[in-house]
């Protein structure tokens, strides 16, 4: 979830926010917020465990999270390790599941 999905989510929304600085890093953006500098977006994992340190509140934004396309690839000409196999496995097993008719089948490694 990065910088350039927010402005389609905010266009969608209506909103034209007031950006006053965009940070490097996630560190950053959770410092800046917990030293009271304004809101910011942040991984939800990472929201999450700040929120549950007190550091932070997490805000209960509709549309949120937002949620993003990924892709895996790897070299056809090499095995993979167990590990990788296994992962590999996982991953396609679980995107099936988040699947809806329309969507386009996992493609088997």
């Not at 389609?8 to 909103?15: E, H, K, L, Q, Y």
């Not at 800046?32 to 934004?61: C, F, K, N, Q, T």
């Amino acid at each position: 979830m990065g910088i350039e999905s927010l402005p389609a989510a905010f266009a969608a929304s209506g909103i034209s926010p007031a950006i006053r600085a965009q940070l490097s890093s996630n560190e950053t953006v959770a410092e800046a917020i917990a030293a009271g500098l304004g809101i910011g977006l942040l991984p939800e994992g990472e929201a999450h465990a700040l929120s549950r340190a007190g550091a932070i509140v997490a805000l209960d934004v509709q549309g949120f999270p937002l949620r993003r396309e990924w892709s895996i690839a790897r070299l056809r000409a090499t095995r993979l390790s167990l590990p990788a196999e296994l992962f590999l496995r996982e991953a396609i097993e679980s995107a099936e599941g988040l699947q809806t008719p329309s969507d386009k089948p996992a493609v088997p490694a």
